[in-house]
């Protein structure tokens, strides 16, 4: 079972980034499945999480700035990330909402620099 993050990279303030999720061994369309990051010397902090009947914002620090989608028959989820700041600059990690411990992988490095 396995969650792989990927798309993160540099980018410029004002800057938009597509984070992608992809799932082997477990069917994502069975979960809540939510979008988590961090930041250097911080905390792990949820991001936004979607289930079956549509998105569940969860969290203020990119809030309006961020859409998450998924795509059942892909089993895969997206993070769709704009207006992107040096704040932002984190790794990001796609799990179940609430986290399952043995489903973190990675993540994907987001770096929001000039």
């Known amino acids: 079972v396995q969650l792989q993050a990927s798309g993160g990279g540099l980018v410029q303030p004002g800057g938009s980034l597509k984070l992608s999720c992809s799932a082997s061994?477990?069917?994502?369309?069975?979960?809540?499945v939510g979008w988590y990051r961090q930041a250097p010397g911080k905390r792990r902090e949820p991001v936004a999480a979607?289930?079956?009947?549509?998105?569940?914002n969860i969290g203020d620090s990119m809030k309006g700035r961020v859409t998450i989608s998924r795509d059942d028959a892909k089993n895969t989820i997206y993070l769709q990330m704009n207006n992107l700041k040096p704040e932002d600059t984190a790794v990001y990690y796609c799990?179940?909402?609430?986290?399952?411990?043995?489903?973190w992988g990675q993540g994907t490095q987001v770096t929001v620099s000039s």
């Open positions: 061994g477990v069917t994502l369309s069975s979960y809540t």
């Open positions: 799990n179940t909402f609430p986290a399952t411990a043995r489903l």
């Open positions: 979607v289930q079956s009947g549509g998105v569940i």
